[in-house]
């Protein structure tokens, strides 16, 4: 059974940082590229950042230079670090997977992890 849990996520104030985590299980995770979207309320959720199984990594240009993603597949984990954070950065975030660039996201979604940003 496929899993994905997301977790790390908090509030904090403009200008700091979180570190978001996603555990995977039920899947050969080293062969899937894996990402974090993010969906703030009243809008469509948006692709945030993704990395492939050789550590290619993409970003939305609303956070390049402020987030890094990153994967320990030994783990089994993805990690969104999240620096410089500004309050357009509220929303539930969540992680995905896919096995080809191809492909689409999985229609199967996790809980999410809640990132406020706000004085």
């Known amino acids: 059974q496929v899993q994905l849990v997301e977790s790390g996520g908090g509030l904090v104030q403009p200008g700091g940082s979180l570190r978001l985590s996603c555990a995977a299980s039920g899947f050969t995770f080293s062969r899937y590229i894996m990402s974090w979207f993010r969906q703030a309320p009243g809008k469509q959720r948006e692709l945030v950042a993704s990395?492939?199984?050789?550590?290619?990594?993409n970003y939305a240009d609303s956070v390049k230079g402020r987030f890094t993603i990153s994967r320990d597949n030994a783990k089994k984990t993805v990690v969104l670090q999240m620096n410089s954070l500004k309050p357009e950065d509220t929303a539930l975030y969540y992680c995905?997977?896919?096995?080809?660039?191809?492909?689409?996201?999985?229609?199967?979604w996790g809980q999410g992890t809640q990132v406020t940003v706000s004085s």
């Open positions: 995905n997977r896919k096995q080809v660039p191809s492909a689409n996201w999985d229609n199967s």
């Open positions: 990395i492939t199984s050789a550590d290619r990594t």
